[in-house]
């Protein structure tokens, strides 16, 4: 049983069965869709619209006036009730949204993903429990300028119950998302991070009623979603419920420290799996429970291998982590701690320019064509900066390994692994498969 056999089986209502970890990870998983075809109402749309009713809620006409005089003790009156924007304005129906045949490679643009968000979909859009939520204020912010990248995507939900629930995009394979992800290793705040917060913000905007919000997200889109929470003020704080991270990174910060996060940490979730790499990186981790994965190495990651019991609407639950997936863990905190902040960025940039010297804009494209971009990215690799190149090729190795490494029969890179003298995938965190 996975978060699709859930979806196909769970049909209590939310009154019934209320709101868990897998609804939470299903609304995750469903950031990785593109809205912005015109279907779903967008932040740009929706923030359009709110500051033209902001405007007209401003303008000293006799009746705007006549109406702060008669209501000014009732809230529904309210300045911030007046500029807010109604479900019709900001929502539509799943059906509406995800289910257009004919769209499918543009709203689920990742071919290996795209049969499993299909069936997703399909399940949801039939389905007693989920079939009334709605989705709505999508966002898409891509920048590839070195330095300043960001790859950032979000979408709320709103639940039959009046609860809306913010969900936030993990890394997509473009070499953008990941060198964002990286710079979590550097970079006191990411362009991510920044837009999460300014996110949260404008839905408590556009709601304009004290909602209760819940933030959800995978992989980087959790590490947002702590952040968010932990950030915004304290009056939006009080509305938010809970906050879901699956597998999300941790921080290099003193995040956890200060009294935005101590506010929200016990509303906070964190769910990784049993062999995680991407949820224990970084010395600042936020308590977490573990799920048991039927995927092995780097799959882990993925939420489709992660069991549930249906019938405790749950995920299945392991004892702790593993030694390997902690030992690697620890191994790679104590290698970014070994390094100064400008020696780690120039380690990071260096690596990502072996992978951009194949021509190739993400890792899909290399994996697909190894033969002729390894090659390549070897000659790279020894063409990089001296003064820190034993660093960079280990770190290229390790992350070779971790994203190619467990796949090595669908990719057929076993031959070209061994030849090079690296140690690729020898005694790394690939390990034999």
């Given at each position: 049983m996975n978060i699709l056999t859930?979806?196909?089986t769970m049909l209590e209502p939310f009154d019934a069965v209320p709101f868990n970890d897998v609804d939470a990870s299903i609304l995750a998983q469903l950031s990785y869709a593109q809205l912005d075809d015109g279907c779903v109402p967008t932040l740009e749309v929706t923030r359009a619209l709110y500051e033209y009713k902001c405007a007209q809620a401003t303008r000293r006409t006799?009746?705007?006036?006549?109406s702060?005089?008669?209501?000014?003790?009732?809230?529904?009156?309210?300045?911030?009730a007046r500029a807010a924007l109604?479900?019709?304005?900001?929502?539509?129906?799943l059906t509406e949204a995800f289910w257009r045949r004919e769209d499918f490679e543009t709203i689920f643009p990742t071919d290996v993903t795209r049969d499993m968000m299909v069936d997703l979909v399909a399940a949801l859009t039939s389905s007693p429990?989920?079939?009334?939520?709605?989705?709505?204020?999508f966002t898409y912010e891509f920048n590839d300028e070195r330095h300043n990248d960001k790859q950032f995507a979000a979408m709320t939900f709103l639940l039959p119950n009046g609860t809306e629930v913010l969900s936030f995009r993990g890394t997509e394979s473009?070499?953008?998302?990941?060198?964002?992800?990286?710079?979590?290793?550097?970079?006191?705040?990411?362009?991510?991070?920044?837009?999460?917060?300014e996110y949260v913000k404008e839905m408590a905007r556009h709601a304009g009623v004290s909602r209760e919000l819940i933030l959800a997200g995978h992989s980087k889109g959790g590490n947002t979603a702590v952040y968010a929470a932990s950030v915004v003020p304290e009056d939006i704080q009080k509305h938010i419920a809970h906050v879901y991270t699956f597998d999300g990174p941790g921080f290099i910060t003193d995040l956890l420290e200060t009294p935005g996060y101590q506010r929200i940490?016990?509303?906070?979730?964190?769910?990784?799996?049993?062999d995680s790499f991407v949820g224990l990186m970084f010395?600042?981790?936020?308590?977490?429970?573990v799920v048991h994965s039927s995927a092995s190495g780097f799959n882990e990651h993925f939420m489709y291998h992660w069991d549930v019991d249906v019938a405790s609407a749950c995920f299945v639950p392991e004892e702790s982590v593993t030694s390997t997936a902690l030992n690697i863990a620890d191994s790679y905190v104590q290698w970014t701690d070994s390094l100064d902040i400008p020696t780690r960025r120039k380690v990071i940039d260096s690596m990502f320019a072996i992978f951009e010297s194949t021509g190739y804009s993400s890792f899909a494209e290399i994996s697909s064509n190894m033969s002729t971009a390894g090659p390549v990215m070897w000659q790279a690799a020894y063409g990089a900066d001296p003064a820190v190149r034993d660093v960079v090729i280990t770190a290229f190795r390790d992350l070779f390994s971790l994203i190619f490494g467990f796949n090595r029969s669908l990719l057929q890179v076993e031959g070209f692994l061994s030849r090079l003298p690296f140690g690729f995938g020898q005694s790394s965190q690939g390990g034999e498969q």
């Amino acid at each position: 049983m996975n978060i699709l056999t859930y979806a196909q089986t769970m049909l209590e209502p939310f009154d019934a069965v209320p709101f868990n970890d897998v609804d939470a990870s299903i609304l995750a998983q469903l950031s990785y869709a593109q809205l912005d075809d015109g279907c779903v109402p967008t932040l740009e749309v929706t923030r359009a619209l709110y500051e033209y009713k902001c405007a007209q809620a401003t303008r000293r006409t006799p009746a705007n006036l006549w109406s702060a005089l008669l209501h000014r003790d009732d809230p529904a009156y309210s300045f911030d009730a007046r500029a807010a924007l109604s479900d019709e304005e900001r929502f539509v129906s799943l059906t509406e949204a995800f289910w257009r045949r004919e769209d499918f490679e543009t709203i689920f643009p990742t071919d290996v993903t795209r049969d499993m968000m299909v069936d997703l979909v399909a399940a949801l859009t039939s389905s007693p429990r989920f079939r009334d939520v709605r989705v709505g204020e999508f966002t898409y912010e891509f920048n590839d300028e070195r330095h300043n990248d960001k790859q950032f995507a979000a979408m709320t939900f709103l639940l039959p119950n009046g609860t809306e629930v913010l969900s936030f995009r993990g890394t997509e394979s473009s070499f953008v998302g990941w060198r964002e992800d990286f710079e979590l290793a550097y970079e006191k705040v990411i362009p991510s991070q920044t837009a999460a917060v300014e996110y949260v913000k404008e839905m408590a905007r556009h709601a304009g009623v004290s909602r209760e919000l819940i933030l959800a997200g995978h992989s980087k889109g959790g590490n947002t979603a702590v952040y968010a929470a932990s950030v915004v003020p304290e009056d939006i704080q009080k509305h938010i419920a809970h906050v879901y991270t699956f597998d999300g990174p941790g921080f290099i910060t003193d995040l956890l420290e200060t009294p935005g996060y101590q506010r929200i940490a016990e509303r906070i979730t964190k769910l990784i799996p049993q062999d995680s790499f991407v949820g224990l990186m970084f010395k600042g981790r936020e308590p977490y429970s573990v799920v048991h994965s039927s995927a092995s190495g780097f799959n882990e990651h993925f939420m489709y291998h992660w069991d549930v019991d249906v019938a405790s609407a749950c995920f299945v639950p392991e004892e702790s982590v593993t030694s390997t997936a902690l030992n690697i863990a620890d191994s790679y905190v104590q290698w970014t701690d070994s390094l100064d902040i400008p020696t780690r960025r120039k380690v990071i940039d260096s690596m990502f320019a072996i992978f951009e010297s194949t021509g190739y804009s993400s890792f899909a494209e290399i994996s697909s064509n190894m033969s002729t971009a390894g090659p390549v990215m070897w000659q790279a690799a020894y063409g990089a900066d001296p003064a820190v190149r034993d660093v960079v090729i280990t770190a290229f190795r390790d992350l070779f390994s971790l994203i190619f490494g467990f796949n090595r029969s669908l990719l057929q890179v076993e031959g070209f692994l061994s030849r090079l003298p690296f140690g690729f995938g020898q005694s790394s965190q690939g390990g034999e498969q």
